[in-house]
């Protein structure tokens, strides 16, 4: 079979040697001689996470969709108000969605002629010495760690800093993502955007891959029963739960799943003050 499929998808080779390599060592996995975690990062290597997150056909799509996301939140916000904007990204691991869209920050914000600020950060700072050596042309990225599952105060972020957080593939890992969807709204400005990317479908090989990490059957809220991903149109309930208003959703639904990327971005914005 899996012969076949490499036929069939040669360029998907990093996901078909994941698949081979969960099945080749389930027994050890079972016995706890080896972790999720060995099986997807198998001696540090970043081929998998690379492919998924930044060279595969579908991360560049929507990579690259992020980054005009980002370039037209900016354009407005940078109008508005002459003064730097300040980016928050959380969960940016491997950097694959960092690296695509701090250029575009960068090239925006120049035009505009306003400064910028940009955070990455993480839970773990596994990846972050690398992604700072990728971005190393870009001084306006600082490098922080941040549990969106905990309180980002009491990490020493200040509320409502942010005009514009990116999540990329984080949300679903948490637990209740309302509320992590309320975390990522207090650090938000008034009229600050959210724009999240996330896997809107699952797939069979999700169970015997993905489905093996720790973070994956963590959730525990009203909107999840046995995937911890939804569906655009629930995602969109989501962020109506958490007071996002003018809710976009690109992809995600589509009428049968051999059309759809099973992917989607969510962009979302907080209420702005008026005077
Ligand atoms: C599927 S990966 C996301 C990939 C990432 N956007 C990239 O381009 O590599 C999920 C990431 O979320 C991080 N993460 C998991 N739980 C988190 C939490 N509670 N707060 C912040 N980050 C978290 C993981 O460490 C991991 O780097």
Same mark, same amino acid.
């Given at each position: 079979?899996?012969?076949?499929? =490499?036929?069939?998808?040669?360029?998907?080779?990093?996901?078909?040697?994941?698949?081979?390599?969960?099945?080749?060592?389930?027994?050890?996995?079972?016995?706890?001689?080896?972790?999720?975690?060995?099986?997807?990062?198998?001696?540090?290597? =970043?081929?998998?996470?690379?492919?998924?997150?930044?060279?595969?056909? $579908?991360?560049?799509?929507?990579?690259?969709? *992020?980054?005009?996301?980002?370039?037209?939140? *900016?354009?407005?916000?940078?109008?508005?108000?002459?003064?730097?904007?300040?980016?928050?990204? *959380?969960?940016?691991?491997?950097?694959?969605?960092?690296?695509?869209?701090?250029?575009?920050?960068?090239? +925006?914000?120049?035009?505009?002629?306003?400064?910028?600020?940009? +955070?990455? $950060?993480?839970?773990?700072?596994?990846?972050?010495?690398?992604?700072?050596?990728r971005?190393?042309?870009?001084?306006?990225?600082?490098?922080?760690?941040?549990?969106?599952?905990?309180?980002?105060?009491?990490?020493?972020?200040?509320?409502? $800093?942010?005009?514009?957080?990116?999540?990329?593939?984080?949300?679903?890992?948490?637990?209740?993502?309302?509320?992590?969807?309320?975390?990522?709204?207090?650090?938000?400005?008034?009229?600050?955007?959210v724009?999240?990317?996330?896997l809107?479908?699952? =797939?069979?090989?999700?169970?015997?891959?993905?489905?093996?990490?720790?973070?994956?059957?963590?959730?525990?809220?009203?909107?999840?029963?046995?995937?911890?991903?939804?569906?655009a149109?629930?995602?969109?309930?989501?962020?109506?739960?958490?007071d996002?208003?003018n809710?976009?959703?690109?992809?995600?639904?589509?009428?049968?799943?051999s059309?759809?990327?099973?992917?989607?971005?969510? *962009?979302?914005? +907080? +209420?702005?003050? $008026?005077?």
């Amino acid at each position: 079979m899996l012969v076949r499929a =490499r036929m069939a998808h040669p360029h998907a080779s990093p996901v078909l040697a994941f698949v081979e390599r969960c099945a080749r060592e389930a027994v050890e996995f079972m016995r706890e001689e080896v972790t999720a975690f060995d099986l997807y990062l198998p001696d540090g290597s =970043r081929e998998l996470t690379d492919f998924l997150y930044s060279e595969s056909k $579908t991360a560049r799509l929507f990579n690259s969709a *992020i980054g005009e996301a980002l370039r037209a939140t *900016i354009k407005e916000l940078g109008g508005e108000a002459k003064r730097e904007i300040a980016i928050l990204e *959380i969960g940016a691991g491997s950097g694959g969605t960092t690296t695509s869209i701090v250029p575009v920050a960068s090239e +925006t914000c120049n035009a505009a002629n306003v400064p910028f600020a940009y +955070t990455y $950060t993480d839970v773990s700072m596994y990846f972050a010495p690398k992604v700072k050596k990728r971005l190393a042309a870009f001084p306006e990225v600082q490098y922080r760690k941040l549990d969106l599952e905990a309180d980002s105060l009491a990490q020493g972020f200040v509320a409502h $800093t942010f005009d514009v957080i990116v999540a990329a593939n984080v949300v679903h890992t948490t637990r209740d993502v309302v509320a992590s969807m309320r975390n990522i709204a207090s650090l938000l400005r008034p009229g600050g955007f959210v724009i999240v990317w996330e896997l809107s479908s699952s =797939r069979s090989w999700f169970d015997v891959t993905l489905g093996l990490l720790d973070g994956w059957n963590r959730h525990d809220d009203r909107f999840r029963r046995e995937s911890p991903l939804l569906s655009a149109s629930v995602w969109k309930e989501v962020f109506s739960a958490a007071d996002f208003e003018n809710v976009l959703a690109l992809g995600g639904e589509s009428a049968s799943a051999s059309q759809s990327l099973g992917q989607a971005i969510l *962009i979302g914005r +907080t +209420t702005a003050v $008026t005077s």
